[in-house]
């Protein structure tokens, strides 16, 4: 209730001897009532013992990001100014020549090559993706086990990816229509042709290179350490570890391709990319939720996932037929991750079973389904994708990670999983 709908009602109020004043005083003294609007629609909340996957809504933002969007939805603001200036603090923290941030990781890569095609011709920004008779390059080489999904991004401005295995693979490809040499770090133990070659290769060239490292934070260095490596163009998620809002993501790299990037951004109306707008709140969000990760005891939070694990695996690693194992990816989130697997003629129950137990329970927890890479995984209750997913009914394990775990939340995982192991007990 506003001050005018207060005074509004005062005009019908029955005389009671009560100043006006004080009745004002004690309605802005009631406690605010905060609508659940997830109660309301009836969408289901859960822990997170999963990770930062899009289908589950990325990460929580932090506090300090929550006020920020906040504060700053009530005031308007020019948004190449806001690009301008948080792209010139993003550059300083993550040491590469400018950035910007962008709706997403997938939209980084977009504008990227948009900007590497485009360059600050208005002309050929008006024409993708139309690439016909324009000049503009048509090609993206990236190695055949870095050529996922995730690379629809680039056809989007009307390039092909060529797939190549090795460094006389790439010398090959090479042509006239080469745009850009682009890598995924994620999968870069599976590829013949590593990081150092391959921006080697794009400077032999003269052709820029670029990584996905989407996913990839933890650990903190590799906000900077692609930059400092000589990679043109970084591509980053804003709401997973960093936790920014999960619209919003970093294009990072050279001054001349970021600033073609934006002109191909909106709010310029004319553009392959005009769907994928960022508002002042997610840009200055994310700005302050970097600042922020970057300023945080990574020693201290690495324990802290260290201490919840170890909660979690002491639950249940003590029952009959059951084993755990704690490791640490090499690439992608590194962080802590639990393994619980059992003997199925000890434990009557699939993977699949416990995990949609966990979902259906009170509290619903959602927990990794075998530990696919992010890339098999799709929106929906099922979660993966369909032609991984038959191989998977059976599979006797699940993988629970904490770090997107509150405080405390890994009490309540700990023993719901504990929980229905044994309920599952012959």
Known sequence: MNRREILKGLTVLPL????????????????????????????RTFINAAGTLTYMSGCIMRE??????????????????VQDKVGERIAQLVHSEAAMVTSGAFS?????????????????????????????KSEVICQKTHNERYNHAFLNTGCRVVEVETIDDVEKAINEKTALLHFLNI???????????????????????????????????????????????????GGKAIRG??????????????????LNSPPRGFTVARGHKVNKEEILGMYVALEKYLANDHDKEWKEWENRIAHIQNAVS????????ITIPELGNVTPVLTIKWDETLVKLTGREL?????????????????????????????????VAETLKGENLVRITAWMLQPGEEKIVARRVREELLTASV
């Open 108 to 136: 980084a890569m977009t504008l990227g090559l948009a900007g590497v095609l485009t360059g600050l011709d208005v002309r050929k920004v008006e024409q993708l993706p139309h690439l016909e008779g324009t000049g503009m």
């Open 318 to 325: 003590g029952l009959k037929g059951i084993t755990t194992k």
């Open 16 to 43: 009671t001897g009560a100043a006006p004043q004080a009745v004002l005083a004690t309605a802005a003294s009631a406690p605010a009532k905060h609508r659940d609007v997830f109660q309301e629609l009836g969408i």
């Open 245 to 262: 809002p999960q619209s919003a993501g970093i294009l990072m790299g050279k001054k001349d391709l970021i600033a073609a990037a934006r």
């Open 355 to 387: 995990r949609d137990r966990l979902r259906n329970g009170q509290p619903s927890i959602e927990a990794g389904f075998a530990g696919l890479p992010l890339y098999h995984y799709q929106a929906g209750s099922d979660s993966v994708d369909p032609a």
């Open 187 to 237: 999968v870069a133990n599976q590829g013949q042709i590593k990081h150092e070659e391959w921006v080697a290769l794009g400077k032999k060239h003269n052709i820029p290179t670029s990584i996905d490292i989407a996913a990839d934070v933890p650990p903190v260095s590799n906000l900077w350490k692609f930059n400092e490596m000589g990679f043109d163009l970084v591509f980053i998620s």
């Open 64 to 81: 300090e990001v929550v006020e920020i969007i906040d504060r700053t939805a009530g005031h308007f603001a020019m948004i190449d100014e």
